[in-house]
């Protein structure tokens, strides 16, 4: 059997009709940029998260970009942030001028260590960024509490996110805003790279909005210098075919879940995922952790299984950062992760017999290593 880690084919089956129609009427009305269909998408993502605007523009990581420059972020400034993500979350930090600060990550959810928040302030300090890693929401309820002792921003990276909620809100409607990643991959992904921002405060969106588009809200009437990041007419028809299921999809993703749960449960090689009491775990990944996951990957390819390591250098380790002079003493539970986890296969269309197979290769795999060992 061969079952990867994602199947986008498998949705797009299901819904063929649908998103084909879809094209053919953006083809059909030239409607490629802005237009209705981008307006349509706005206002419906905006109302299913319960949140006041929806700015729409090119990717998840121009969300965080133009986002941050509009709250004033620049040089002189410091963001804080988590050290385990998508590089874009702390990438467009550097982007606006600003120094990117990590704080280690919680044992338990993967998300940014709330304690640790506070020892990273400094004067220079303007905002956090906490990224809903995985799906399951970082303790908001901590963050927005220091955050507002210090007179900081927050920015949710929700891009692996959707529909996910901390003590019943809706992850997005937190934080000061929000970024959404609509890359195909994500839980609403299109054909292509989208991204959208989400916030309740009118003047940012208005900002947003503006900056994104050249700088103008009417044509030839560019109030200041902006940048080009929009979501094409194609991408939002997609969306909208997409967005009334993203309910059902994420209903699915987490009786995946469960699934690997109760089949994995009883095997001391591994840790499963938590969700935390009061909180929906939105399951973009389903994320294990093993001391033997570089044999355990290996083996699962060999049986026509796909899985990933999201990621395997913590950020603050990359490269891209040496110039911070980190250690990995800093960062000690990010880099623990790094050599640990292994994401399984997890989309809404993955089904039963299939994670049983999987489930069965897993466990197969440690009696083989009891055995050897
Ligand atoms: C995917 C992702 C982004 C960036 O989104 P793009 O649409 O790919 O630019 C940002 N942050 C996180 C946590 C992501 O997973």
Known sequence: MQIPLVDL????????SEID?????VIRNSAFIRGEHV?????????????????????GTDALYIVMKMMGIGHGDE????????????ETITQTGAKVVFVDTERDAFTIDTDQIESKITPRTKAIIPVHLYGHPADMGTIMEVASRYGLKVIEDCAQAHLAEYRNIKVGNIGDAATFSFYPGKNLGAYGDAGAIVTNDPTLAEKCRKFANHGSLIKHDHQIEGINSRLDGLQAAILNVKLPYLEKWTEQRIKIAKLYDNLLGDNDGIELPITKKGYKHAFHLYVIKTEKRDELRKYLADNGIGTAI?????????????????????????HDHQNRILSLPMYPELDKGKVEYIAEQIMRFFQAHEVYQ
């Open 310 to 334: 999201q990621y395997p250098v913590a950020l603050p380790l990359l490269p891209a950062y040496k110039y911070l002079g980190h250690t990995s003493d800093q960062f000690k539970v990010a």
């Open 21 to 25: 129609s879809a094209i053919e009427d």
């Open 79 to 90: 963001v804080i942030t988590t050290a385990h993500s998508w590089i874009a979350t702390s």
């Open 9 to 16: 084919y498998a949705q797009y089956q299901q819904i063929k």
């Open 39 to 59: 307006q349509h998408f706005e206002k419906k993502f905006s109302e299913l998260l319960g949140a006041n605007h929806c700015v729409s523009c090119g990717n």
